[in-house]
Nanobody, 122 residues
Framework: QVQLVESGGGLVQAGGSLRLSCAAS????????TGWFRQAPGKEREFVAA????????KYADFAKGRFTISRDNAKNTGYLQMNSLKPEDTAVYYC???????????????WGQGTQVTVAS
């Protein structure tokens, strides 16, 4: 089992920044890919970004490219999502996810956190 706990969400003005964290426990963190997803009210959950266990492969959704940066610190068993130039349409619950494997997967994650709310005011 892998337990994931997100933190760092909140209310921010448009153009501002937030850094989300995902603390993992239960297994060897570096053996697991980490992904970030989001779900806005009335919409389906969508992929945001992913990073492989060793950090060597990273993928972003088109809307995240150039504004969001995914990273990880395997020594701290923690993943991060730095979000800059936030827009009101980025408002959503952001979820951290983890799954065993060597790639930066865009789906099929086995383990999920509880989510953290990000609200971007215009």
């Amino acid at each position: 089992q892998v337990q994931l706990v997100e933190s760092g969400g909140g209310l921010v003005q448009a153009g501002g920044s937030l850094r989300l964290s995902c603390a993992a426990s239960g297994r060897t963190f570096s053996n697991f890919a980490t992904g970030w997803f989001r779900q806005a009210p009335g919409k389906e959950r969508e992929f945001v970004a992913a990073i492989s266990g060793n950090g060597g492969e990273i993928k972003y959704a088109d809307f995240a490219k150039g504004r969001f940066t995914i990273s990880r610190d395997n020594a701290k068993n923690t993943g991060y999502l730095q979000m800059n130039s936030l827009k009101p349409e980025d408002t959503a619950v952001y979820y951290c996810a983890s799954t065993y494997g060597t790639r930066a997967y865009t789906g099929g994650y086995r383990y999920w956190g509880q989510g953290t709310q990000v609200t971007v005011a215009s």
